[in-house]
Protein backbone atom coordinates (compact mmCIF):
# COMPACT_ATOMS: atom_id res chain seq x y z
CA UNK A 1 0.00 0.00 0.00
CA UNK A 2 1.58 2.92 -1.07
CA UNK A 3 0.84 6.46 -1.00
CA UNK A 4 1.73 9.94 -2.36
CA UNK A 5 2.70 12.04 0.94
CA UNK A 6 4.01 15.57 0.93
CA UNK A 7 5.41 15.84 3.71
CA UNK A 8 4.62 15.38 7.74
CA UNK A 9 5.06 17.60 11.05
CA UNK A 10 4.44 17.83 14.15
CA UNK A 11 2.23 20.33 15.89
CA UNK A 12 0.25 21.17 19.25
CA UNK A 13 -3.23 22.59 19.68
CA UNK A 14 -4.96 22.93 15.74
CA UNK A 15 -5.10 19.71 14.42
CA UNK A 16 -6.19 17.81 16.78
CA UNK A 17 -6.15 17.45 20.97
CA UNK A 18 -2.56 17.10 22.13
CA UNK A 19 0.06 17.19 19.68
CA UNK A 20 -0.04 15.41 16.54
CA UNK A 21 1.89 14.05 14.09
CA UNK A 22 0.62 15.47 11.11
CA UNK A 23 0.40 13.77 7.68
CA UNK A 24 0.02 15.87 4.70
CA UNK A 25 -0.75 13.95 1.50
CA UNK A 26 -0.33 15.25 -1.99
CA UNK A 27 -3.60 16.03 -4.01
CA UNK A 28 -6.24 18.48 -3.71
CA UNK A 29 -9.16 18.67 -5.96
CA UNK A 30 -10.23 22.12 -4.60
CA UNK A 31 -8.46 25.34 -5.63
CA UNK A 32 -9.31 27.79 -2.64
CA UNK A 33 -7.89 31.49 -3.33
CA UNK A 34 -6.26 31.39 0.27
CA UNK A 35 -5.25 27.97 0.53
CA UNK A 36 -1.83 28.22 2.02
CA UNK A 37 -0.48 24.88 0.85
CA UNK A 38 -0.75 25.47 -2.93
CA UNK A 39 2.44 23.08 -2.54
CA UNK A 40 0.01 20.08 -2.18
CA UNK A 41 -1.88 20.36 -5.08
CA UNK A 42 -0.30 18.32 -7.98
CA UNK A 43 -0.75 14.41 -6.30
CA UNK A 44 2.15 13.69 -8.38
CA UNK A 45 4.61 16.52 -6.32
CA UNK A 46 4.54 14.13 -3.60
CA UNK A 47 6.88 11.51 -2.34
CA UNK A 48 5.56 7.86 -3.02
CA UNK A 49 5.22 6.53 0.75
CA UNK A 50 4.67 3.22 1.67
CA UNK A 51 2.34 2.60 4.55
CA UNK A 52 5.24 0.52 6.64
CA UNK A 53 7.48 3.36 6.14
CA UNK A 54 5.33 6.11 7.04
CA UNK A 55 4.16 3.71 10.01
CA UNK A 56 7.58 3.43 11.25
CA UNK A 57 8.06 6.88 11.37
CA UNK A 58 4.89 7.50 13.43
CA UNK A 59 6.00 4.89 15.31
CA UNK A 60 9.16 6.81 16.77
CA UNK A 61 7.05 9.76 17.74
CA UNK A 62 4.48 7.73 19.34
CA UNK A 63 5.49 8.14 22.69
CA UNK A 64 5.94 11.50 22.16
CA UNK A 65 2.58 11.85 21.10
CA UNK A 66 0.86 9.89 23.49
CA UNK A 67 2.43 11.54 26.50
CA UNK A 68 0.53 14.99 25.13
CA UNK A 69 -3.10 13.40 24.79
CA UNK A 70 -2.39 13.75 21.48
CA UNK A 71 -2.44 11.43 17.97
CA UNK A 72 -2.28 11.45 14.15
CA UNK A 73 -3.55 13.70 11.62
CA UNK A 74 -4.16 12.87 7.88
CA UNK A 75 -4.30 16.31 6.57
CA UNK A 76 -3.32 17.35 2.81
CA UNK A 77 -3.88 18.38 0.14
CA UNK A 78 -6.92 16.70 0.40
CA UNK A 79 -6.57 12.55 2.39
CA UNK A 80 -9.52 11.83 0.92
CA UNK A 81 -7.92 11.54 -2.79
CA UNK A 82 -6.02 8.49 -1.34
CA UNK A 83 -8.79 7.11 0.51
CA UNK A 84 -7.26 3.62 0.93
CA UNK A 85 -4.02 4.85 1.77
CA UNK A 86 -5.57 7.26 4.26
CA UNK A 87 -8.22 4.45 5.17
CA UNK A 88 -4.75 2.02 6.33
CA UNK A 89 -3.21 4.74 8.28
CA UNK A 90 -6.22 5.52 10.41
CA UNK A 91 -6.83 1.53 10.41
CA UNK A 92 -2.81 0.85 11.93
CA UNK A 93 -3.26 3.99 14.00
CA UNK A 94 -6.62 2.68 15.92
CA UNK A 95 -4.27 -0.67 16.33
CA UNK A 96 -1.81 1.03 17.94
CA UNK A 97 -4.38 2.86 20.27
CA UNK A 98 -3.44 5.94 19.25
CA UNK A 99 -5.69 8.96 18.62
CA UNK A 100 -7.27 9.63 14.56
CA UNK A 101 -8.06 12.42 12.94
CA UNK A 102 -9.27 13.45 9.75
CA UNK A 103 -8.60 16.92 8.33
CA UNK A 104 -11.20 17.15 5.16
CA UNK A 105 -13.07 19.52 3.11
CA UNK A 106 -15.48 16.84 2.71
CA UNK A 107 -15.73 17.25 -0.99
CA UNK A 108 -14.35 13.65 -1.42
CA UNK A 109 -16.87 12.41 1.61
CA UNK A 110 -18.37 10.08 -0.45
CA UNK A 111 -15.09 7.87 -0.63
CA UNK A 112 -14.46 7.90 3.31
CA UNK A 113 -16.47 4.14 3.99
CA UNK A 114 -18.18 3.47 6.87
CA UNK A 115 -15.22 1.58 8.09
CA UNK A 116 -12.74 4.14 7.77
CA UNK A 117 -14.97 6.38 9.64
CA UNK A 118 -15.08 3.88 12.33
CA UNK A 119 -11.46 4.37 12.78
CA UNK A 120 -11.57 8.02 12.90
CA UNK A 121 -12.18 10.12 16.34
CA UNK A 122 -12.32 13.35 15.24
CA UNK A 123 -13.39 14.72 11.84
CA UNK A 124 -11.43 18.41 11.44
CA UNK A 125 -14.40 19.81 8.68
CA UNK A 126 -13.21 22.79 6.67
CA UNK A 127 -16.25 24.46 5.66
CA UNK A 128 -14.72 27.28 2.98
CA UNK A 129 -18.04 28.88 2.43
CA UNK A 130 -22.01 28.91 3.60
CA UNK A 131 -23.40 30.27 0.62
CA UNK A 132 -22.97 27.65 -2.43
CA UNK A 133 -22.04 30.67 -4.92
CA UNK A 134 -19.69 32.18 -2.58
CA UNK A 135 -18.15 28.25 -2.20
CA UNK A 136 -17.79 28.11 -5.52
CA UNK A 137 -15.93 31.21 -6.15
CA UNK A 138 -13.94 30.57 -3.25
CA UNK A 139 -12.67 26.91 -4.40
CA UNK A 140 -13.64 26.54 -7.46
CA UNK A 141 -16.37 23.75 -6.45
CA UNK A 142 -19.70 23.14 -5.21
CA UNK A 143 -20.65 23.03 -1.37
CA UNK A 144 -23.65 20.07 -1.29
CA UNK A 145 -20.73 17.15 -0.95
CA UNK A 146 -19.58 18.62 2.26
CA UNK A 147 -22.57 19.26 3.60
CA UNK A 148 -23.71 16.12 3.01
CA UNK A 149 -20.88 14.37 4.60
CA UNK A 150 -21.22 16.92 7.63
CA UNK A 151 -24.82 15.28 8.44
CA UNK A 152 -23.48 11.69 7.64
CA UNK A 153 -20.73 12.00 10.32
CA UNK A 154 -23.87 13.53 12.37
CA UNK A 155 -25.45 10.58 11.78
CA UNK A 156 -22.46 8.29 12.57
CA UNK A 157 -21.74 10.35 16.13
CA UNK A 158 -18.40 10.67 14.57
CA UNK A 159 -16.95 14.12 16.69
CA UNK A 160 -15.99 16.85 14.17
CA UNK A 161 -14.45 20.12 15.08
CA UNK A 162 -15.77 23.12 12.08
CA UNK A 163 -13.08 25.00 10.84
CA UNK A 164 -14.02 28.39 8.88
CA UNK A 165 -11.37 30.31 7.09
CA UNK A 166 -12.21 33.98 7.89
CA UNK A 167 -11.62 36.31 4.88
CA UNK A 168 -12.26 39.97 5.29
CA UNK A 169 -14.43 40.86 2.00
CA UNK A 170 -14.72 37.28 1.33
CA UNK A 171 -16.26 34.98 3.87
CA UNK A 172 -16.96 37.22 6.00
CA UNK A 173 -20.66 38.61 4.99
CA UNK A 174 -22.73 38.18 8.01
CA UNK A 175 -25.42 36.29 5.99
CA UNK A 176 -22.78 33.48 5.42
CA UNK A 177 -21.24 33.02 8.68
CA UNK A 178 -25.23 33.15 10.08
CA UNK A 179 -25.76 30.23 8.02
CA UNK A 180 -23.32 28.01 9.32
CA UNK A 181 -23.81 28.99 12.30
CA UNK A 182 -26.91 27.56 12.03
CA UNK A 183 -25.63 24.52 10.34
CA UNK A 184 -23.13 23.74 13.11
CA UNK A 185 -26.06 24.35 16.31
CA UNK A 186 -28.29 21.64 14.21
CA UNK A 187 -24.98 19.44 14.36
CA UNK A 188 -24.99 17.03 17.36
CA UNK A 189 -21.50 15.69 16.79
CA UNK A 190 -19.72 19.32 16.61
CA UNK A 191 -17.55 20.35 19.54
CA UNK A 192 -16.85 23.60 18.49
CA UNK A 193 -15.93 25.23 15.40
CA UNK A 194 -12.37 26.82 14.50
CA UNK A 195 -12.28 30.64 13.21
CA UNK A 196 -9.27 30.31 11.59
CA UNK A 197 -8.11 34.13 10.77
CA UNK A 198 -6.57 34.67 6.98
CA UNK A 199 -3.29 34.93 7.02
CA UNK A 200 -0.30 36.02 4.40
CA UNK A 201 2.45 33.83 5.09
CA UNK A 202 1.76 31.59 2.15
CA UNK A 203 2.54 34.46 -0.38
CA UNK A 204 6.22 32.85 -0.98
CA UNK A 205 4.79 29.78 -1.80
CA UNK A 206 2.77 31.21 -4.74
CA UNK A 207 5.97 33.11 -6.02
CA UNK A 208 8.31 29.56 -5.93
CA UNK A 209 5.95 28.43 -7.36
CA UNK A 210 5.63 30.75 -10.05
CA UNK A 211 1.33 31.58 -9.56
CA UNK A 212 0.13 34.80 -9.03
CA UNK A 213 -0.95 35.60 -5.76
CA UNK A 214 -4.83 34.98 -5.46
CA UNK A 215 -5.49 37.72 -2.77
CA UNK A 216 -3.35 40.36 -3.29
CA UNK A 217 -5.34 43.00 -1.92
CA UNK A 218 -6.75 41.45 1.39
CA UNK A 219 -5.35 41.98 4.95
CA UNK A 220 -5.85 39.30 7.57
CA UNK A 221 -8.97 40.10 9.85
CA UNK A 222 -8.93 42.83 12.86
CA UNK A 223 -10.45 42.00 16.28
CA UNK A 224 -13.80 43.75 15.39
CA UNK A 225 -14.59 41.51 12.66
CA UNK A 226 -13.09 38.61 14.47
CA UNK A 227 -15.75 39.26 17.44
CA UNK A 228 -18.53 39.86 15.11
CA UNK A 229 -18.24 36.83 13.72
CA UNK A 230 -17.51 34.35 17.46
CA UNK A 231 -20.54 36.41 18.74
CA UNK A 232 -22.63 34.87 15.65
CA UNK A 233 -21.45 31.77 16.57
CA UNK A 234 -22.17 31.87 20.51
CA UNK A 235 -25.71 34.11 19.53
CA UNK A 236 -26.38 29.65 18.10
CA UNK A 237 -25.03 28.33 21.17
CA UNK A 238 -21.60 27.19 19.29
CA UNK A 239 -18.56 27.28 20.92
CA UNK A 240 -15.95 28.82 18.93
CA UNK A 241 -12.43 29.54 19.48
S1 LIG B 1 -8.88 22.15 0.43
FE1 LIG B 1 -7.07 22.77 1.63
S2 LIG B 1 -5.30 22.08 0.42
FE2 LIG B 1 -7.09 22.05 -0.95
S3 LIG B 1 -7.03 24.05 -1.97
FE3 LIG B 1 -8.38 24.25 -0.19
S4 LIG B 1 -7.07 25.01 1.48
FE4 LIG B 1 -5.71 24.20 -0.16
Redesign the pocket.
Known amino acids: MTGSVHSWDISTGVDGPGTRFVVFTAG?P???LY?H?PD??QRRGGTPTTADELMARIGRYRRFIEVSGGGVTLS???PLQQPAFTGEILRRCRELGLHTALDT?GFLGDRATDAMLADTDLVLL?VKSWDPALYRRV?GNRLAPTLRFARRLAELGTPAWIRFVLVPGLTDAEDNVEGLAAFAAALPNVEHVDVLPYHRMAEHKYAELGLPYPLPDIEPPDAALLERVHAQFRAHGVTSR
Open positions: CLRCCNTWGGESDT
